[in-house]
């Protein structure tokens, strides 16, 4: 039977792997993004008709903005049936030193990449529990174990997900919803205003962290696998 997956930031990146990947295994997938042309452009990539009807379907949300949040989340339900999946993939990285680093920019961070998640599960639980279980996966980042310069919000934003993750995983465990967080190392998706060819001859690929998410979907009801870890297997030497 089909799974009923949400992704957000799925229109780019590492979100928008994911939901390809979930839609080539046969799943049902609703992306979204913070813009109608960003989810419409998204929608074609994908061969996809904008009214809904085919396999992806997208819709605007910011996941800063909780009543977005929440009607997208319902949105998705009465548009699909349910909720199986969600898939946290939203984030903004914004690289500067902390006495240059902008309120707005700050607070664009933490919201996105911290606040967004809560947002997001708290409107998803519900429904996943109503089913009768399903997954929450987030995506945080390596960075989180190993801060950089430059990067103290992004950073920062990441361990809080990283913790926020593992509590919620011990909450929801008994009512059969599974939680996990991935880390991926350097991905080439021209994250933070880098060029996306940037370092492929040796960084991940989204690709990489969609197949993580594959194989996580597919472990024994029995085993969970809480937190992964991906690294490129050949980095750079710098």
């Given at each position: 039977?089909?799974?009923?997956?949400?992704?957000?930031?799925?229109?780019?990146?590492?979100g928008?792997?994911?939901?390809?990947?979930?839609?080539?295994?046969?799943?049902?997938?609703?992306?979204?993004?913070?813009?109608?042309?960003?989810?419409?452009?998204?929608?074609?990539?994908?061969?996809?008709?904008t009214?809904?009807?085919?396999?992806?379907s997208?819709?605007?949300?910011?996941?800063?903005?909780?009543?977005?949040?929440?009607?997208?989340?319902?949105?998705?339900?009465?548009?699909?049936?349910?909720?199986?999946?969600?898939?946290?993939?939203?984030?903004?990285?914004?690289?500067?030193?902390?006495?240059a680093?902008?309120?707005?920019?700050?607070?664009r961070?933490?919201?996105?990449?911290?606040?967004?998640?809560?947002?997001?599960?708290?409107?998803?639980?519900?429904?996943?529990?109503?089913?009768?279980?399903?997954?929450?996966?987030?995506?945080?980042?390596?960075?989180s174990?190993?801060?950089?310069?430059?990067?103290?919000?992004?950073?920062?934003?990441?361990?809080?997900?990283?913790?926020?993750?593992?509590?919620?995983?011990?909450?929801?465990?008994?009512?059969?919803?599974?939680?996990?967080?991935?880390?991926?190392?350097?991905?080439?998706?021209?994250?933070?205003?880098?060029?996306?060819?940037?370092g492929?001859?040796?960084?991940?690929?989204?690709?990489?962290?969609?197949?993580?998410?594959?194989?996580?979907?597919?472990?024994?009801?029995?085993?969970?696998?809480?937190?992964?870890?991906?690294?490129?297997?050949?980095?750079?030497?710098?």
């Amino acid at each position: 039977m089909p799974r009923i997956a949400l992704i957000t930031g799925g229109t780019r990146g590492i979100g928008f792997a994911i939901a390809s990947a979930l839609r080539d295994v046969g799943d049902q997938v609703v992306i979204t993004g913070t813009s109608d042309d960003s989810v419409r452009q998204a929608l074609e990539a994908f061969g996809e008709k904008t009214d809904g009807s085919g396999a992806v379907s997208g819709t605007v949300c910011d996941v800063r903005e909780p009543a977005m949040v929440e009607r997208a989340v319902r949105g998705a339900v009465a548009q699909r049936g349910g909720l199986d999946v969600l898939v946290n993939s939203a984030g903004v990285g914004i690289g500067a030193p902390i006495d240059a680093l902008s309120l707005e920019d700050w607070q664009r961070i933490i919201d996105t990449n911290l606040s967004g998640v809560f947002y997001c599960c708290k409107a998803a639980i519900p429904h996943l529990r109503q089913r009768g279980g399903g997954w929450i996966i987030n995506i945080s980042s390596l960075s989180s174990t190993v801060p950089f310069i430059g990067g103290a919000a992004y950073c920062a934003s990441k361990a809080g997900l990283n913790a926020f993750t593992e509590a919620l995983m011990q909450e929801v465990r008994h009512d059969n919803i599974r939680v996990s967080v991935v880390l991926p190392g350097s991905v080439a998706t021209g994250f933070s205003g880098r060029p996306a060819t940037a370092g492929s001859d040796w960084k991940l690929q989204p690709e990489d962290v969609a197949q993580v998410v594959i194989d996580l979907l597919r472990h024994p009801a029995r085993s969970l696998p809480s937190r992964v870890e991906l690294r490129p297997s050949r980095p750079h030497k710098g």
